[in-house]
């Protein structure tokens, strides 16, 4: 590898180099203080909606002690080569092939977001490639009600459904609970929703065959052996807290942060906390065990892990009724109810469509929600949070954030 030594924060808009690995083109950039440096380079994947300038400030720090490579994958970042038919194990292994045909050391990547399953398995399916490995965003990808969102997303793209697509996958990446704690503006939301609702077909059709890959994919059959730092947003909702510890434990030689005041994009919200980590771990020393910015997960917290955001409790009216879209409606009793879901009781169809519905509520607008099981105990639910102002009256119902108590699957 023959790095570049001009880095500068303007120079990450510019034409990025192209390697052809077959059909396949991937782009990159590298940088050293060194041409020649023979140290393991950063690799930096990022996530759906994020490109090389995303990274302007890592790159800056890292760069004093540590080659650094930016690469974005087919469909990946700026490059808006299409691959539908490569799986996440595929692109992965293009990572290996890449490292190859560029004769680079072991490999340290910072994973992010839809990179941290990138990442991922690029370390577990090549150990002797990766060196360390950073993940932040991290899951197994079983959570049903991740996967109902995600393929709700899906197909209000398919209908052309762009605004309420965009709002859901808004609620997704920011939690809208936890925005003073997060600190996220609303100069930031508004700016990340206007690229969500501008997005070209071409781009559309990328996020459709990134999404569709995360459904695909069965699982992670092998996990990283090298040390492995996973990073978790305390307020994440897309993938949550005790996911990453989860993906932790089943790690060889792993490390996990709970970062304070973040959910799901954490390395932007709190840059200083993630950097603090960054940097000790990618050279081998000693992470701090707590700050006022993270904590790091004691080992036997790792399987106990509250899987619930929020308290979940009867709301003051109980009753409701669930509307179909095909006419139907049946009366309904709200054994509970949160801002991202909640469980109710009826006498419903033995088999429900998946898609279609909406709950009524005295002093709500229609909520729109996707059943997600069926118990004894009765239909849990998500809402999918595609109309802003029924989304904003019901936290306004629910009022202000409480604890949670009790844990949910």
Request: hydrophobic residues 40%; neutral net charge.
């Amino acid at each position: 590898m023959h790095y570049r030594t001009d880095y500068s924060a303007t120079q990450l808009q510019a034409r990025p180099d192209v390697l052809a690995l077959g059909p396949w083109r991937l782009h990159y950039q590298a940088y050293a203080l060194r041409a020649d440096d023979p140290r393991p380079p950063v690799l930096m994947l990022g996530g759906a909606f994020q490109s090389f300038r995303s990274f302007a400030r890592e790159v800056s720090e890292l760069l004093a002690v540590h080659p650094v490579i930016l690469l974005d994958l087919p469909s990946q970042g700026g490059n808006l080569q299409l691959a539908p038919e490569l799986g996440l194990e595929a692109l992965a292994d293009l990572i290996a092939d890449f490292a190859d045909t560029l004769h680079l050391p072991s490999l340290m990547p910072i994973g992010l977001s839809y990179g941290s399953a990138l990442a991922a398995l690029f370390a577990a399916r090549h150990p002797a490639r990766c060196a360390r490995l950073l993940l932040a965003g991290i899951t197994d990808f079983g959570r049903p009600g991740a996967r109902l969102l995600l393929e709700e997303g899906l197909a209000l793209l398919a209908e052309g459904n762009i605004e309420t697509f965009a709002q859901g996958a808004l609620t997704g990446l920011l939690n809208p609970r936890r925005l003073q704690d997060t600190g996220v503006s609303p100069t930031f939301r508004k700016v990340l929703l206007r690229q969500l609702q501008r997005l070209t077909p071409i781009e559309i059709e990328r996020y459709r065959q990134n999404s569709q890959r995360l459904l695909d994919f069965p699982g992670f059959d092998q996990h990283p052996r090298c040390p492995t730092l996973v990073l978790a947003g305390e307020h994440d909702h897309f993938t949550q807290p005790w996911e990453h510890a989860r993906f932790a434990a089943a790690c060889d030689d792993a490390t996990c942060v709970l970062i304070h005041n973040a959910d799901h994009l954490a390395q932007f919200q709190r840059p200083e906390a993630c950097a603090s980590h960054y940097r000790p771990f990618l050279q081998g020393n000693d992470l701090p065990l707590h700050s006022t910015l993270a904590t790091r997960l004691a080992h036997d917290q790792w399987q106990t892990l509250e899987k619930r955001h929020e308290l979940r409790q009867p709301p003051l009216n109980r009753g409701g009724r669930l509307r179909h879209s095909d006419g139907g409606e049946w009366p309904v009793e709200l054994a509970e109810l949160g801002f991202f879901g909640g469980l109710l009781r009826a006498a419903l169809p033995e088999r429900l469509p998946v898609r279609g519905w909406q709950l009524l509520s005295t002093g709500l607008p229609p909520q729109p929600l996707l059943p997600l099981r069926r118990g004894t105990d009765g239909l849990a639910f998500v809402f999918t949070h595609g109309d802003v102002q029924a989304s904003n009256a019901l936290a306004a119902c629910i009022g202000p954030l409480m604890r949670p108590t009790s844990a949910c699957a």
